[in-house]
């Protein structure tokens, strides 16, 4: 049976990776990790156990009493929460990722998915069709920690032969949890003011453009890359994922068809500026060539989705 360990499973990307895993590997099959004890749902449905990826000794323990041989390491401190706290937003983001890139190394797991993200990108970057290689000059801390990572990512698998493979997630849009203090949260924020009927204040201005995806295209694209054959992978730093690019006001617009009493203002924060430092949309040709990657959703049927399964009580 594949042994899969998931680090930092109580997230908006973990909690539901976990289940399709399961899902598609077998119950037993994946070890869902976060720092403390979940409220409901991981630990319940298959194996669990708490792991602080800073704890190097911890994560050893763990990887050897389940047999662990694939990682996806998925703790961060993401971008607008990272800028509040950035020695320890660098410390957690970078130690995580070498304690898991070491055990790779020493063979003592084979395999490992580690996210990068559209912050990797700046100022100076191309806004629109970003290419997969492009000028990168991050300006938050989330940002140049994940830059780092990548290069660090590529090295191992240059010099050690480590199997990791990454994405660079643009925005992305769940139901089934809370956001966790990234800049493109407004977009899933809107939708549970949308389902209470309360006006919405959005901390990005109306014409803001920036890369989204629906987190079940995020999901099948984060096991198909893990799942293609090794000789199909050609880039080990991260590739560029593209899904639906939109602004507030587009997105204001969509959710609107469904709540036509919906209303919505404006008041740009400290997030504007880190959201202009990202592009507007995305090339991901190398993602689609190399291992077939295609989305399935558009803003249209993502609204939707969205809309009618969000729970208001869950965000009160």
Known sequence: MKKILVIGAGGQIGSELVVELRKRFGADSTVASDIREPQSGLSGEGPFEVLDVMDNERLKEIVAKHE????????????????????????????????????????????????????????????????????????????????????????????????????????????????????????????????KNEPFSCFLKEDTALPMMYMADAIRATVDLMEAPDDSIKIRSSYNLAGISFTPKEIYEAVKKLNPDFTIEYNPDFRQQIADSWPGSIDDSAAQTDWGWNPEYDLESTAKIMFDNVLTEVHD
Request: charge should be neutral; hydrophobic fraction near 40%.
């Open 68 to 195: 662990i041989k694939e990682v996806y390491l998925l703790a961060a401190l993401l971008s607008a929460t990272a800028e509040k706290n950035p020695e320890f937003a660098w410390k957690l983001n970078m130690e995580g990722l070498f304690n898991v890139l070491n055990l790779a190394k020493e063979g003592v797991i084979k395999k490992v998915f580690w996210p990068s993200s559209i912050a990797v990108f700046g100022p100076t970057t191309p806004k629109k069709d970003t290419p997969q290689l492009t000028i990168m000059e991050p300006s938050t801390v989330y940002g140049i920690s994940k830059l780092a990572g990548e290069r660090w990512c590529e090295y191992y698998a240059n010099q050690y032969g480590v199997d990791v493979r990454s994405i660079r997630y643009p925005g992305l849009l769940s139901y089934t949890t809370l956001p966790g203090g990234g800049t493109t949260d407004y977009a899933v924020d809107i939708f549970y003011s949308a389902k």
